[in-house]
């Protein structure tokens, strides 16, 4: 087994100009799945590492001790090399929600190559981009997923994007549904036949701590997907720290992450993070709100999930639908809870604390970004003070700090842009392909620090609460306010399900407010509601944040990983009523949602 070599060299990054570099740990050893497999064999080879839980709630779920992932992950990675992949090379991962997906990411690691995991939701326009983008040559998949009940094509997905990506040369498919596809017998091999005839022990390459261990597509909320490149040392610290200490996590405990391994927090909090404290991580195929409402509090009863980590956007989607659906599970062994991805409206917060977790789960509500690796700003339970809607406090070495339009910081109790002082182990080393866009984007807008591109508040305590994207903050006659405020306020009202804000242009008062809101489960959209919603959010929050225009929508339009799309809806509030001219959409999960508001704009 690789062992871990301690390095004598810890933080040798600069954000400045001229002399710009983030490295860590530069002459410390190690691989990420010896660390993550081999290590915990001694103590705990019986123990489950990972419990899958099918789409279909009737099939039975499949547990993996560590000492069969051991087994799972050596033939991958026999599998990889004989495929011709080895240090350095880019392997792309389009694969359902299977614990086959952990064992190839955990396999590349092994081997010292990159892997690349698209979402299974995307196109295979987004697949085939994002495959040339890193110069990849080898996609493993899968023949079909299942996500709700659905089948996903994604060979034939694959197919296509390989038409598009010419210097696709190789293809392995993982059997999932055991659905007829096709297979070019010259670039396409079943996987199980190729790893009946490899050994169970494949020994794990030695790593440098800076060598790259994987690159991932940013979400997209905000334009054009990066590939953001993350290390082998500090990554794996970053991970394996925040998840030990944000998530209190105790030996024998299941796990819990509701996010799909295309996402920065499946790889962080599904693989990486639980794998490297020796933890059971559940993976989910399917979706929380299948086949009924109760599916997500069905599988936390099924496997006693202790702590459950998911996002204001499911919260939202099973909270319209009813107490009834949580009530009638037991949750008796949820112990903390989490949330992830976007500003959490105060009343889901308190709904996911009284009603799902009876009062008695902490909730840590963890800021973080693709780009920083790991947890941020969260609560560390039981040691930190609880605010519905605040992240609260920064996680040990981060220096958050806020800084005005001109880059002057903001001291004590304010708001400003939300920018990092100092490099943390789990940061970013840089943009695949395009090390000059990553300091621009992220070092040049405040020389000298990190913008994160989101607006913050830090209030008489010291407590950190997230108020949106930057891009989205709003000017009206002069004041300026956060989307997610605005958004909280209405969501608060007994009628709304879910709403997003935009500014748009407005002669007298610079900007106006310009709200989609979608009604909950048999609420009427009628004019009176409408009125009834200008003046409780005036009521709420003050004249100032009068609504100058609310369009119901029947739903809002999301990235795949769920987060809406404001850029979208602030082209369609100025006015835009062409598909065409939205940009870069993608990632955008149900294009008839846009089509329909533009329809039915309300101006
Ligand atoms: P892109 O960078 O491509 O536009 P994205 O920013 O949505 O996409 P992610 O890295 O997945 O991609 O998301 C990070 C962003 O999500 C943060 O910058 C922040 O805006 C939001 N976010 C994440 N967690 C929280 C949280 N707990 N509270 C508030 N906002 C959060
Ligand atoms: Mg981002």
Request: proline residues 6%; negative net charge; charged residues 25%.
């Amino acid at each position: 087994m690789c062992r871990n070599q301690t390095p004598t060299r810890a933080d040798e990054s600069s954000f400045a100009e001229g002399d710009f570099g983030i490295s860590w740990f530069s002459d410390g050893m190690l691989n990420v799945s010896a660390n993550c497999v081999d290590r915990h064999l001694e103590t705990r080879g019986d123990q489950a590492a990972i419990i899958w839980e099918p789409d279909d709630p009737e099939e039975p779920a499949r547990r993996f001790t560590y000492r069969q992932l051991h087994e799972e992950v050596c033939r991958f990675a026999h599998v990889l090399k004989g495929a011709g992949v080895g240090r350095g090379d880019r392997v792309t991962l389009y694969l359902p929600m299977i614990p086959e997906a952990a064992f190839a990411m955990l396999a590349c690691a092994r081997i010292g190559a990159i892997h690349s995991v698209v979402f299974g939701g995307f196109s295979p326009e987004a697949l085939a981009g994002r495959i040339s983008d890193c110069d990849s040559r080898i996609v493993i998949t899968a023949d079909e997923g299942r996500r709700g009940g659905r089948i996903v094509p994604l060979k034939r997905n694959v197919d296509a994007a390989a038409a598009l990506a010419p210097g696709l040369e190789r293809v392995i498919v993982v059997r999932a549904t055991g659905g007829d596809v096709a297979m070019d017998p010259a670039r396409d091999a079943y996987y199980d036949e190729l790893a009946a005839e490899v050994s169970a022990d494949c020994p794990a390459e030695a790593m440098a701590a800076e060598d790259p261990l994987f690159l991932l597509y940013t979400s997209g909320s905000t334009g054009k997907p990066k590939g953001v490149l993350h290390s082998t040392g500090g990554y794996l610290l970053w991970a394996a720290m925040t998840f030990d200490l944000a998530f209190d996590h105790r030996p024998g405990e299941v796990f819990w992450s509701s996010a799909d391994v295309g996402w920065v927090t499946g790889h962080s909090y599904i693989v990486y993070g639980p794998l490297a404290n020796g933890g059971t991580t559940l993976m989910f195929e399917g979706v929380p709100n299948w086949p009924t409402p109760s599916r997500i509090w069905e599988v936390v009863d099924r496997h006693r999930v202790t702590t459950l980590y998911t996002a204001p956007t499911a919260l939202r989607s099973l909270m319209k639908e009813g107490d009834e659906h949580v009530t009638r599970t037991s949750r008796a062994s949820l112990r903390l809870m989490g949330t992830v991805g976007e500003p959490i409206n105060p009343e889901a917060w308190r709904w996911y604390h009284e009603v799902v977790g009876e009062g008695r789960c902490p909730i840590v509500d963890t800021w973080w970004q693709t780009e920083t690796g790991g947890h941020m700003i969260t609560p560390l339970p039981g040691a930190t003070d609880l605010k519905p809607g605040a992240a609260t406090k920064p996680f040990f070495g981060v220096e958050p700090l806020l800084v005005d339009g001109n880059g002057v910081a903001v001291e004590g109790e304010g708001e400003g842009n939300l920018c990092i002082a100092r490099s943390w182990p789990g940061q970013a080393r840089t943009v695949w392909g395009d090390h000059e866009r990553f300091f621009q984007t992220y070092f040049t807008t405040y020389p000298g620090l990190y913008f994160t591109g989101d607006g913050c508040r830090r209030d008489a305590d010291g407590d950190y609460w997230i108020t949106g994207r930057v891009d989205d903050v709003i000017n009206v006659s002069g004041h300026r306010m956060g989307t997610a405020e605005v958004e909280s306020a209405l969501v608060l009202h007994e009628a709304v399900a879910e709403a997003a804000v935009v500014g748009f242009p407005h002669d007298i008062k610079g900007q106006g407010i310009y709200a989609y809101v979608t009604l909950n489960s048999g609420e009427e959209a009628t004019d009176e509601l409408r009125q009834a919603l200008v003046k409780w959010v005036r009521s709420e929050i003050g004249p100032i944040a009068t609504p100058d225009v609310i369009q119901f929508a029947p739903g809002l339009p999301k990235t795949r990983s769920g987060k809406i799309m404001r850029r979208i809806l602030r082209k369609i509030a100025e006015g835009e009523v062409s598909p065409q001219a939205l940009g870069d959409i993608s990632t955008l999960a149900e294009p008839a949602i846009v089509e329909e508001l533009i329809r039915n704009r309300a101006r």
